[in-house]
């Protein structure tokens, strides 16, 4: 009876163990494959935009500037890359990353190395390396920049944040002591982390004599017990996969006690049933002499024992059934049948096999093709190779069985529920490809999804388009009423993208405020696109309640078609990108079809940005004055600052088309500091009671020493600050807006009048009344052009006006052209007026002080 029972007790304890090892292979080897994707999907979508980065970089060396091409990362992205380009001398030339690294040396780097000893085009991924210019982590990924000629011109490369990998590893369910790797082919790990860390400590070191080492250049991906010792004491089940296409593998550990702990608990539950059985056993033997005691005392011990045994059997956490070789079962526990909602009755010793599995299809308890499944499990039952199958479910569990036969011909198979594993496996797959927010398509995904159908195009001539889309002022939603709000916002218009597509296409979130849809269309497939994108402007379009909030959301598409745009997936977005800039050009909340003259403006844009950044430098600017008059006495009071730029050789380049390139590109503060300067100094120099207006950009706000630059313009200058006004706009409080108050009540404290201008044209300017005590505002010149025409118009400028007095702030006019306009307006109670009419924009030269009473001027 206890070989019976030891027998038994090894047989369940080695059977829990092969099916938690068979489960952990699986598992092992669904979690790689997952970290492999991922780090494919991550660093290929970096290496195309190097690519990209390049070929724009090579074309024209001298004008580049990669703040035109790539936008400051969100530092709350998943995956923050920084780019960087450095000479063939090895010298920064340009960067995203912090601008003190420009001008820094690479040329000793292995970054850089790499690609000057090597005439290959090829993607070089660094060991680990600590960033000087901020002690982080980074790994480097670069390619070689050539000349014309093919010689070697520089590097350009992007950094990688090696900790931006943890939220990945949070993802996946390593359990206690689970790791995650990135080795290169050098043995050098790139990455490591899990168990709630990091591993930082490990970052660089060389496991090149480890077993995944002898074994990925046979096999891209395996499984093996590690040797504990080399990194960690920890013994691990270690399954690796070599990145698709990369020198790379990916690495994923899961400790032996994560994947034995319930067969361990199990093997506990076993030895202890054993032990009171052997007891039992030994008790009963020992009492009595007499045959018909012993008979008694064995009739019980053997009682005790079937109940124990019973016991153990249905505490067990698997469903375990037993047949014989003539197909019949012999034993099963309770779970077995609850499993399958199977009675007693259903299980009980003598049922055929045939009949459980026909019990099993009534109960809806089988995958379902039933015909097959019946059929497949009859002819593996009694088969000697041992199977390990995983069913799925009609009503959605998934079950593993692990099935082995026995020395007489028999079979003994245990079932085990793993329907929460396989969710959360879903979940993590899920979670690599798709946007935590919205639940679309990632940036990753999605170029994947890109590629896939850029490869179809290439091969069978399947057509699609790519619609790029930027919500119109959704930033100012998301600084005015918070990011709980704007994330809300942001949810339901992909609720709304998702539901007017076709399954076919793909939407996805590229980050931030940015989407893309990726739709089949036939032959041509222009009215296709256009008819998709005057969709989604419709539906984009319709008020929005969010979290109490009635809001109105607009966008901005972009459109191109493949084949007709390109074939390569970076060039099709960059063109749906162009086309989407001009959409916004156009005036926003429309749609815009890719067309050849874009390149070319795009590439006159980047020329004119190039020289932009070099006009401040040549004193090619200059600044023109506006007068502003005061109506009751028609005497001018001060006058606008307005710059010019006289480019050599374009000659006078208009306002409007490089103030937004100078906004866009940051390079309206330097010029901003200048034309502050610049007019104070000539300010000074004015009869003492004229006013200088100077506009501000809400740009100027973000550097935070505003206060501090217009403070040295007026000490440098002389000029009083009495005399200077500072215009802004309501974007100043759509960005920052405590800080940017603050700002602006410092600078009042100052004593410079702070004047609101374009008043009118925003969606809340009465509230910034409210908030703030302006010294003026300006009406916008959209009122005054209608003021003879349109009765609305009027009532607005008396409104306005009426308003102003109330609050004891005074109203300038803008465009005033006709005498019409400037009888009207002081009719309406305007204190102040500016335009044409009244004086043009010229230099300071040429204006006459002496002449303060102003006649209509042609």
């Not at 710059?643 to 374009?650: E, G, I």
Request: with cysteine; net charge neutral.
């Amino acid at each position: 009876m206890s070989l019976v029972i030891l027998a038994g007790l090894f047989y369940l304890i080695s059977k829990d163990k092969e099916a938690a090892y068979s489960a952990a292979l699986q598992n092992g080897d669904n979690l790689a494959r997952v970290f492999e994707g991922y780090i494919a999907r991550t660093i290929k979508s970096a290496d195309n935009t190097l690519l990209y980065l390049r070929k724009s970089y090579q074309r024209d060396p001298a004008n580049f500037t990669l703040a035109t091409l790539v936008q400051d990362p969100d530092p709350r992205h998943e995956m923050l890359f920084r780019f960087t380009i450095a000479g063939a001398d090895g010298i920064v030339k340009d960067t995203t990353a912090h601008r003190s690294v420009v001008g820094a040396d690479r040329s000793k780097h292995e970054t850089f190395r790499a690609h000057v000893d090597s005439s290959e085009d090829e993607l070089f991924i660094s060991r680990p390396l600590v960033v000087e210019s901020t002690g982080n982590w980074a790994i480097v990924l670069s390619r070689r920049v050539t000349a014309p000629d093919g010689s070697f011109a520089g590097v350009i490369a992007a950094t990688l944040d090696p900790h931006r990998l943890e939220n990945f590893y949070s993802s996946l369910n390593l359990g206690q002591d689970g790791i995650v790797s990135l080795v290169g082919f050098d043995g050098i790990i790139r990455a490591r982390g899990g168990a709630g860390r990091s591993h930082t400590d490990t970052f660089g070191r060389s496991v090149a004599s480890a077993k995944t080492f002898q074994l990925y250049r046979d096999a891209p991906t395996g499984s093996y017990w590690n040797q504990p010792g080399m990194i960690d004491p920890t013994k691990r089940l270690i399954t690796y996969r070599v990145v698709d296409g990369l020198p790379l593998i990916a690495i994923v550990g899961v400790s032996e006690a994560e994947i034995f702990k319930f067969a361990s608990r199990n093997a506990r539950v076993y030895w202890s049933i054993s032990f009171t059985l052997w007891a039992a056993i030994a008790v009963g033997i020992g009492f009595g002499a007499a045959r018909e005691r012993r008979l008694t005392s064995t009739t019980s011990t053997l009682s005790r024992t079937n109940m124990l045994l019973e016991t153990a059997l249905d505490n067990m956490p698997y469903g375990l059934c037993m047949f014989g070789p003539d197909g019949k079962i012999v034993l099963s526990n309770a779970l077995y049948g609850e499993m399958y909602r199977l009675s007693p009755e259903q299980t009980k010793p003598g049922t055929t096999l045939r009949a459980i599995l026909e019990a099993r299809v009534a109960t809806g308890a089988t995958p379902k093709d039933t015909q097959l499944y019946v059929a497949s499990r009859l002819e593996q039952a009694f088969h000697p190779t041992p199977n390990y199958v995983i069913d799925h479910l009609r009503d959605g569990r998934v079950f593993a069985v692990s099935r082995r036969s026995m020395p007489d011909g028999g079979s003994v198979a245990i079932h085990q529920d793993i329907t929460a594993q396989k969710r959360a496996e879903a979940r993590i797959t899920h979670l690599a490809h798709y946007d935590g927010l919205t639940d679309l398509a990632n940036r990753v995904f999605f170029l994947s999804e890109l590629e896939a159908a850029m490869e179809r195009c290439r091969r069978h001539g399947e057509r699609f388009a790519v619609h790029l889309l930027d919500l119109d002022r959704f930033k100012e939603v998301n600084d005015s009423l918070g990011h709980v709000v704007g994330d809300a916002l942001l949810k339901e218009v992909a609720r709304r993208l998702k539901t007017s597509v076709h399954d076919t296409n793909v939407v996805g979130r590229l980050g931030g405020d940015e989407f893309a849809v990726l739709q089949k269309v036939g032959e041509p497939g222009t009215s296709e696109a256009v008819a998709l994108a005057g969709t989604l402007l419709a539906v984009i379009g319709k008020p929005y309640e969010i979290e109490g909030h009635q809001l109105t959301v607009e966008t901005s598409i972009g459109i191109a078609l493949a084949p007709d745009h390109g074939l390569a997936a970076e060039q099709l977005l960059k063109k749906a990108d162009l086309a989407l800039y001009r959409a916004k050009s156009d005036g926003r909340n429309g749609h815009c079809l890719f067309e050849l003259q874009m390149e070319r403006e795009a590439y006159a844009r980047h020329e004119l940005v190039a020289d932009l950044r070099n006009a401040i430098s040549r004193a090619e600017f200059e600044l023109h004055y506006q007068p502003f008059l005061g109506i009751a006495a028609r005497e001018t009071i001060g006058m606008e600052a307005l710059v010019r730029w006289r480019h050599p050789q374009r000659g006078m380049v208009a306002p409007g088309d490089f103030i937004p390139l100078a906004e866009d590109t940051g390079l309206i503060k330097p010029l901003g500091e200048w034309i502050l300067r610049a007019a104070c100094a000539e300010a000074a120099g004015w009869p003492s009671n004229m006013r200088i207006a100077v506009n501000l950009s809400a740009v100027q706000f973000r550097k935070g020493n505003l206060a501090q630059v217009i403070a040295d313009a007026l000490s440098e200058s002389g000029l009083t600050a009495d005399r200077l006004e500072l215009e802004v706009t309501e974007s100043v409080f759509l960005e920052h807006n405590e800080e940017n108050l603050a700002m602006l009540h410092k600078l009042k404290d100052l004593g410079i009048s702070i004047v609101l201008d374009d008043f009118g044209t925003g969606y809340s300017s009465l509230s910034y009344l409210q908030s703030f005590p302006f010294n003026k505002i300006k009406i916008d010149r959209s009122f005054v052009a209608d003021l003879g025409r349109r009765g609305d118009c009027a009532a607005i400028v008396s409104a306005v006006t009426g308003l102003a007095k109330s609050l004891d702030i005074s109203t300038t006019a803008e465009g005033v052209e006709t005498l019409e306009q400037l009888m009207l307006l002081r009719a309406a109670g305007c204190d102040q007026v500016q335009g044409y009419l009244l004086g043009r924009p010229r230099p300071s030269s040429e204006i006459d002080f002496r002449r303060r009473k102003l006649a209509a001027e042609g």
